[in-house]
């Protein structure tokens, strides 16, 4: 497991990241979400050891030992790109099989696989500058992989990926947490995030906000509810205070209701829709879940930065 505790890092007077904390399991995918500027890719240099934090650490916790993170554990995609433009596809990312470690046979090797992988192997005596924006990214990525790291940070990953080559790269890093690799990464495309992510964590002002698994059909409801859809057999009246409180209508029309329940736990939602099923004359009940981009703008909006969050 790669752990973050605690990490800090202020520029000059201003709190880039305070006191996060959050750790990364092997053959899962942990995603770090959050507006521009809200510590994302200083929490990532940090782990990877590009910033030295000002307080904190990043340590490998193996089943036996804890160790400091050694260059070999991680391969790391910065939102920044780095390729040089005029040298070879194939000499590159054999370039940077040989700074991890390997040898000219092994990264020659395994610089093949990957290619092909990305579906870049027709291209590889091509230079990079005569690749389009995102195979430009799927080769970075492939040099990201070709040491078989056991962690991956990934500072979006599918940017200038057209959706033909955002599943290949989703479905190429779900194939690796097959394989035990941790994922780390961040994203603005929510919905790859929710459906790829095993969690979510959403960074706000450099503070974690939110710690929640995505959500899916076997979550537990309460956190996934933004409202219910009630249908009556008769109009009824949506200032009813005997059966919801008015702050919880969310809107009313002629013969149904949206409201949304304020509970603390499934039980107790749960007990609310048989009350009111019970005491007025329900038709219909449609539980509508909020997906990630609708949580995630009440989060960074709303919510106050109060939780200091680890996995």
Request: hydrophobic share 35%; with cysteine.
């Amino acid at each position: 497991m790669l752990r973050v505790l605690n990490i800090s890092k202020k520029f000059g007077n201003f709190p880039a990241v305070s006191d996060v904390s959050l750790s990364v399991k092997s053959g899962q995918i942990l995603s770090l979400i959050g507006p521009n500027g809200a510590g994302k890719s200083s929490t990532f240099r940090m782990i990877v050891g590009l910033l030295r934090p000002d307080s904190g650490s990043v340590l490998i916790q193996d089943s036996s030992a804890i160790r400091k993170v050694r260059r070999e554990d991680i391969g790391f995609l910065p939102e920044e790109r780095g390729l040089y433009q005029g040298v070879r596809i194939g000499d590159i990312i054999e370039y940077w099989g040989r700074i991890r470690g390997m040898s000219n046979a092994d990264s020659k090797s395994a610089s093949r696989h990957w290619l092909d992988k990305f579906e870049l192997s027709g291209k590889r005596s091509e230079k990079v500058s005569a690749l389009s924006k995102g195979n430009q990214q799927k080769l970075q990525l492939a040099c990201c992989l070709i040491h078989q790291p056991r962690y991956l940070i990934l500072d979006e990953p599918f940017s200038g990926l057209d959706p033909v080559n955002q599943e290949i790269v989703s479905t190429l890093l779900r194939q690796q947490c097959q394989l035990g690799v941790g994922i780390l990464l961040s994203a603005h495309q929510l919905s790859l995030v929710q459906r790829i992510s095993d969690h979510i964590l959403i960074i706000k002002q450099g503070q974690i906000v939110s710690d929640s698994a995505p959500d899916n059909a076997q979550a537990q409801i309460h956190p996934a509810i933004k409202a219910v859809q009630i249908f009556f057999n008769d109009d009824i009246e949506p200032e009813n205070s005997g059966h919801w409180d008015a702050s919880e209508v969310v809107s009313a029309n002629p013969g149904n209701l949206t409201l949304r329940l304020q509970v603390a736990t499934p039980s107790e939602f749960y007990s609310r829709l048989s009350t009111i099923a019970a005491r007025a004359d329900v038709r219909d009940i449609d539980i509508i879940k909020e997906d990630l981009h609708q949580r995630y703008l009440s989060v960074v909006k709303d919510s106050p930065q109060s939780s200091k969050s680890s996995q």
